[in-house]
């Protein structure tokens, strides 16, 4: 052969392969989705190029919305892209999903490898696509059929080693799943037990990656199994029995956690202002099932949910230290995440030594407390936290603590104690519905002294004013309680009596009241007669509503409703 022979016959060759890629890249999409075995493959033969497609999902605040994993292994040199706005968790999947392919026995061509991330304006953060684009990989090489994935999630980070590791926010993931009509989901070991509280939903939990190429080259998932939770030996739990004396705060924290109202403790050191708060959750009615849906969704985003409290979700109850930060305390970061105030959703929010907290911190709970909900604004997208909790505040009346003690021990100007009460904001302390003053106990009166009522006692009180509630409510959506109703409604359909309604007026008058102030009165004062079971608000649940609002600042003693009649 001849040189012009051997010329024609590379230009026949090199014509006949471009003609083939063209024709393999114009292809319907029944012809490209066709499988092609590599081993099969010789350099003389070019294989069909695949584009695949698996879908997943991923996270905006605590909900959920698809994203599909897009892999095209192309000609051309070896190298791996990543697109759709991914974040730098997400291109270092590059690294992971490579050696868990090698690692679990499959073959990772040389080809130019670009995955795409769909839609691709939302930007993409952490680890969970790992697993659908180890998959989209092997549908794209034609190692597993593109029909196997179809009408199915895969969500999870993949070790070196090809183990699938757990991932934030499986439930909302779940959830989202069931609405979209997902036939299987699947995830993490780890994550099975959040992800089972969607009962309707079907799921597969692999331990590798290689068990779960296995099952989709057979055509059949295995069903994942929920773990038993551990059997947990008895627990010994705060009662308000333990509590000696503090009859008047212990009747507050009733109120508050019959109606969901927001509690500042003001006292001197020792006096059992935190004792108190510690054990409100002891007297809080059992979460609905879609409360503790979204608390656990909330953990979950987090990555706070622990495997362990997914079977019996509580009502949370969160401390943060005062040297927290606003981002810390409200939520926020370069990518969004729950503060406190969303972790406390359905919970409490305590706030120990609240005063020593900076001003502008404290501030930041204006708008949660008066919204039920945290927005947080960046530049490419805004997520909402939900955050209906209940606030309550421990604080010393003044630097030293011991202002307004009888003995006189105070060694604080009045300056410093006017500084020191004016590190909470006015409206603030106007969306604290109680003010509640508690005294120091005599050390006499520790010794034997029986704490009276207990826990269980004062929850049954509780649950049957809030059951009350969720009948007066029933056809607000998002209301549970007085505390989160509305003031105007509840003024035109609260069932109040005329002295009553005098009595608040005049009060409203004298004590300088806004009209915030004026309905959380109100408030208040309903949720004092569902405690009684009592149909229509009276004279006597104004009076003592009014004595939980203070005058002027947190230091001085609450107003007297004697007075004012």
Known sequence: MNDSQDSSAVAARLTHR???????????????????????????????????AVRSAALVGIDAYDVTVEVDAAQGLPQWTIVGLAASA????????????????????????????APADIRKDGTAFD??????????????????????????????DGEVRTVRGALSVARHAHRAGVAALVLPRANVAEAARVSALRLSAPRLLSELVTDLQNGALTPARCPTPPVAGPIALADFAEVV??????????????GGHNVLLVGPPGAGKTMLARRI????????????????????????????????????FRAPHHTISSAGLIGGGSIPRPGEVSL????????????????????????PLEDGRVVIARAATAVTFPSRFTLIGATNPCPCG??????????????DIDSYAGRISGPLSDRIDMHVTVGAVALRDLNGQNG????????????????QQRRRYRKMPGVSCNAFASGRWLDSNGAVDADARSLLQTAAERLGLSARGYHRVLKVARTIADLEMSVSIGSPHIAEALRYRPVGRPREAPASAAAIS
Not at 25 to 45: E, H, K, N, Q, V
Not at 291 to 315: C, D, K, P
């Open 452 to 467: 009276g009522e207990t826990s269980a006692v004062i929850r049954a009180r509780v649950e049957r004013a809030r059951a």
């Open 245 to 258: 004396g503090q009859h008047s705060a212990k009747r507050a924290l009733e109120v508050a956690a019959a």
């Open 18 to 52: 471009a003609g083939f890629v063209l024709a393999s890249r114009l292809a319907p999409d029944c012809l490209r989705s066709r499988p092609f075995d590599i081993a099969s493959a010789t350099p003389g033969r070019l294989r069909l190029l695949v584009l695949a």
């Open 131 to 160: 697993l659908p684009i180890a998959v989209g990989i092997l549908v794209a090489t034609g190692q597993l059929a593109a029909e196997s994935v179809a009408r199915m999630m895969l969500v999870g980070e993949l070790g070196l």
């Open 90 to 117: 997400v291109k270092e999947s590059r690294e992971r999903v490579g050696a868990a392919l090698v690692n679990s026995g499959f073959k990772v061509p040389p080809r130019r490898i670009t995955v795409n991330l």
């Open 344 to 367: 406390a959703h359905h919970g409490v929010l305590f706030l120990d030594e609240m005063l020593e907290f900076p001003r502008h911190v404290l501030d930041g709970l204006r708008q």
């Open 402 to 415: 011991r202002a307004g003690d009888p003995t006189g021990t105070c060694t604080c100007s009045s300056a």
């Open 281 to 316: 959750p002891t007297i809080l009615p059992e979460l609905r099932e879609d409360e503790a849906l979204e608390v656990v969704a909330i953990h979950s985003v987090a990555g706070l949910l622990e495997q362990n409290s997914v079977s019996h979700v509580a009502r949370p």
